[in-house]
């Protein structure tokens, strides 16, 4: 008989482990109360097609969203240079 916690041969009819000293009765006990493992309630790939499922609307709003309100075209600034003022800003009137 070998023990289930370290593994040693133990003489049968023993009580304890010789080698770490654990009670068999207690350790078979402790086992046996320990849950056993559930498998989770939802399989992996639903909690991964709901994610894609919520993305993909999301993107799908934004692209009819921008599609319906198409917004004012934004003048190209170049990085790195101040904006020139128009040129009829500090004339006098
Ligand atoms: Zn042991």
Known sequence: MKCPNCGVAALSGAKECAGCGVIFEKFKKKLDSLP????????????RTIAAAIVLAWMLGLAVYYRSHPGRPQPRRVSGTIPLPPPDAHENP
């Open 36 to 47: 056993t493992p559930t498998p989770p309630r939802f399989p992996l790939w639903f909690g």
